[in-house]
C-alpha cells in the first residue's frame, strides 16, 4: 500500500496547502516581485524547489548529478528577473515535478523501500529508501511554500483561486 500521508503531503491535502496552486495562478510581476526583508522573490523559490526536485528525480532514476559545491548553485542571481515565458516554464516544471514525486510516492512498499545511491559522503549517513528521498523533498517544498503562501499574503495575493487558508 502507498504512503497516503506522503501523497496527500506532496499535494498539499490536509493541514497544507496545494503547492502546485499556491504557485499556478500567480503573473510574472507577482512571482518576481521582490519585497523588502524578504531575501528571494517567488519565483526564485521555486526555481529552487525544481532544481532540488530535479536533483532528487535524477538520482533516483539511477542517474548521478553533480551536487553543488554552495547552496547559491541552486538558487538564480539575486538580481536575476524572469520575463512571463520564463515564469511560465519554471511554474510549468514545478507541477510537473510535482506530480512526478506523487506517482513515485504511489509505488508499491517494495519499491519504495530500495535504497538510492547517495552521491556525497555525508548523504551515507541519513536514510536514502525511495520513500526517505521523496520524504525530505516534500518536507523541504512544504518549507518553501510556507514562504510563499507568506509572500502572497504580503502581496495581497492570497488565497489563490482555488481557494486556501485565510486565518
Not at 496527500?8 to 521582490?34: F, I, M, N, Q, Y
Not at 553533480?66 to 542571481?77: D, F, I, L
Not at 536575476?80 to 507541477?95: L, M, N
Amino acid at each position: 500500500m502507498p504512503d497516503q500521508a506522503l501523497i496527500e503531503l506532496l499535494r498539499g491535502e490536509g493541514s497544507h496547502a496545494d503547492p502546485v496552486a499556491c504557485v499556478g495562478d500567480l503573473p510574472a510581476g507577482a512571482a518576481s516581485t521582490k519585497i523588502a526583508g524578504f531575501p528571494q522573490s517567488i519565483w526564485q523559490i521555486v526555481f529552487h524547489m525544481n532544481y532540488w526536485m530535479d536533483y532528487e528525480l535524477r538520482r533516483i532514476c539511477g542517474e548521478r548529478p553533480a551536487y553543488p559545491a554552495h547552496a547559491a548553485e541552486s538558487w538564480p542571481a539575486p538580481e536575476e528577473s524572469i520575463s512571463d515565458a520564463g515564469w511560465k516554464e519554471v511554474s510549468t516544471r514545478f507541477a510537473s515535478l510535482i506530480d512526478q514525486l506523487g506517482e513515485m510516492a504511489q509505488s508499491e512498499p517494495a519499491v519504495l523501500t530500495g535504497e538510492v545511491e547517495p552521491l556525497i559522503k555525508d548523504h551515507h549517513r541519513h536514510a536514502s529508501s525511495l520513500s526517505a528521498v521523496l520524504w525530505q523533498t516534500a518536507v523541504h517544498n512544504s518549507y518553501h511554500i510556507g514562504q510563499i503562501v507568506l509572500l502572497r499574503r504580503a502581496l495581497g495575493a492570497w488565497p489563490p483561486p482555488s481557494g486556501g487558508d485565510s486565518w
